[in-house]
Nanobody
Framework: VQLQASGGGLVPAGGSLRLSCYAS????????MGWFRQAPGKEREFVTS????????TYADSVKGRFTISKDNGKDTVYLQMSSLKPEDTAVYSC????????????WGQGTQVTVSS
């Protein structure tokens, strides 16, 4: 599976942004797609995930109520709608997949920069 993330940019605090992650290739192997982020000097952290077929979602506590993950089945694209953005949300956001039979996320996309100004 190849992943292509897009939609990052510069927004003021309190603003909104929508990221997209398009998956191509053998998507029938995908169990879950997730979004992760990494701020400068920090470890990469989990943001949210969605099951590829059933649509069940999981969120990090830091983004609950502000971020929404969704999937367009017809387009093999997962969206991350981010609202009420805070400066601490500034990071490179990447998408990744977890295959059936695997425990870890892999096949990371190239990432997209999100910068929230105060």
């Amino acid at each position: 599976v190849q992943l292509q993330a897009s939609g990052g940019g510069l927004v003021p605090a309190g603003g909104s942004l929508r990221l997209s992650c398009y998956a191509s290739g053998r998507t029938f192997r995908v169990r879950t797609m997730g979004w992760f982020r990494q701020a400068p000097g920090k470890e990469r952290e989990f943001v949210t995930s969605i099951s590829w077929r059933g649509g069940s979602t999981t969120y990090a506590d830091s983004v609950k109520g502000r971020f929404t993950i969704s999937k367009d089945n017809g387009k093999d694209t997962v969206y991350l709608q981010m609202s009420s953005l805070k400066p601490e949300d500034t990071a490179v956001y990447s998408c990744a997949v977890r295959y059936f039979g695997r425990d870890d996320f892999e096949r990371w996309g190239q990432g997209t920069q999100v910068t929230v100004s105060s």
